[in-house]
C-alpha cells in the first residue's frame, strides 16, 4: 500500500516511545510505501484535495524503538517533495498531535474534502472533528463519575460544594495540562475557575476526584472496535494526581481488568462505526474520563511490556479497513 502519515516534525518525534514511529516501522517491514507531509502541507488546488509531500525512507530504524540512547534524527531519509492527489494514496493517516485549534479544524475540512474524492483517511476527518475527547464521554453516562461541562463560575462552584473533591480541565487541553485538583476547602478554587474559564468566556469540565488514580490512568485502546488485551496504566508521580506520561507519570502495562473489557465492549463497537479506526481510552478506577481520537499512542509501552504487538495489530486492521473499502 501506498501510505501517507500527517505527522509533526520529522525530528521532534521521540522515535523511543513514539507510536506513529512504530506504525510506520511495522508498515514499512510489510513492504507497504511510506510518505509524509505536514498539516500544513495540505491544500485544496485545482478542484482537488491535495499533500506536498515526501517519500519517506526508513534507515535501521527498528534498533531506534524503545532505545532513548539513539540519535532521533538519523532514522529517515526524504525524497524530494511532491504534489500528490490524497485520493491516489491507498490510506491516509492523520497522527498530528493535538493541539485541536483553528488549523486542525481546518485540516479535517481539507481531509473530509479528500474522503469526498475517494481518499480513505483514518480516523475518519469527520468523525475526529465532530468528536470532543473530553465531552465524548457524556454518551456513555453508566460509565462516568458525575460531571459538569460549563462557564457559570455560580455551577462550577455548588458542584465542588456538593462534590468536595473535584478536577476541572479545560475542554480542549491535552497531555494533563492545565488540569487542577480541587477541593471545597481550597483557597485558590474561585482565582482557579476564573483562570480556566477565562472568567466566564470558555466552558470547562468538572469531575469527582477519583482516588483511585493512585494506581493509574489506564490507556485502553480500541483497535477497529476491539481492545488490545493489555492496558498501559499511567501512574502520577509522587505528589502528583496526573498520570500523563506528559507530566511525569510511569508507564505500566497491565491486562484489561473486567471493567475495562465491559466499557470497551459497550464504547468500541459505536465508535469504529464512525470510522474511528483507533482509539486511545482513559479509563481510572472503573470510570471513564476521556475518548481520545486524535493520535492516540501508548503503542511502544504495551508492546514492551506486555509482548503484544500493538503495531502489528494496528497494520491488520487498517489493511483490513482499505480492502474492505476498496472492495
Request: net charge negative; glycine share 8%.
Amino acid at each position: 500500500m501506498k501510505l501517507l502519515f500527517i505527522l509533526d516534525p520529522l525530528p521532534a518525534l521521540k522515535t523511543y516511545k513514539d507510536t506513529s514511529f512504530a506504525m510506520m516501522v511495522e508498515a514499512a517491514k510489510r513492504g507497504h510505501e511510506l510518505h509524509f507531509t505536514l498539516q500544513d502541507g495540505l491544500m485544496w488546488k485545482g478542484g482537488r484535495a491535495l499533500a506536498e509531500h515526501c517519500r519517506l525512507h526508513l534507515v535501521d530504524a527498528e534498533k531506534y524503538l524503545g532505545n532513548p540512547a539513539l540519535h532521533d534524527e538519523d532514522w529517515y531519509r526524504l525524497d524530494l517533495p511532491q504534489e500528490t492527489a490524497l485520493a491516489d494514496f491507498d490510506a491516509v493517516l492523520m497522527r498530528k498531535d493535538p493541539p485541536f485549534d483553528l488549523e486542525y479544524v481546518a485540516s479535517t475540512w481539507l481531509l473530509e474534502e479528500a474522503t469526498r474524492e475517494g481518499a480513505r483517511v483514518f480516523n475518519d476527518p469527520r468523525a475526529i472533528r465532530d468528536h470532543s475527547e473530553k465531552l465524548a464521554i457524556a454518551q456513555f453516562p453508566q460509565f462516568i463519575v458525575p460531571t459538569i461541562v460549563t462557564r457559570l463560575e455560580g455551577q462550577l462552584q455548588r458542584f465542588i460544594d456538593a462534590q468536595a473533591d473535584v478536577v476541572l480541565k479545560p475542554l480542549e487541553g491535552h497531555g494533563g495540562a492545565s488540569v487542577f485538583r480541587v477541593t471545597d476547602r481550597d483557597p485558590n478554587r474561585n482565582v482557579i475557575i476564573e483562570t480556566l474559564t477565562g472568567s466566564g468566556t470558555r466552558a470547562i469540565m468538572a469531575q469527582r476526584y477519583i482516588p483511585e488514580i493512585r494506581d493509574g490512568d489506564k490507556r485502553v485502546l480500541l483497535i477497529a472496535g476491539e481492545p488490545v488485551p493489555y492496558s498501559l496504566a499511567r501512574i502520577p508521580k509522587p505528589g502528583e494526581t496526573r498520570g500523563n506520561l506528559a507530566a511525569g507519570g510511569t508507564g505500566v502495562a497491565r491486562a484489561l481488568s473486567p471493567r475495562d473489557r465491559e466499557i470497551a465492549a459497550a464504547v468500541g463497537p459505536a465508535l469504529a462505526r464512525r470510522g474511528l479506526l483507533l482509539v486511545g481510552l482513559d479509563v481510572i478506577g472503573d470510570w471513564l474520563t476521556e475518548v481520545n481520537v486524535t493520535s492516540p499512542t501508548c503503542f511502544q509501552e504495551i508492546t514492551q511490556q506486555s509482548g503484544f504487538d500493538v503495531s502489528a495489530a494496528f497494520l491488520e486492521a487498517l489493511e483490513a479497513a482499505v480492502k474492505a473499502s476498496s472492495a
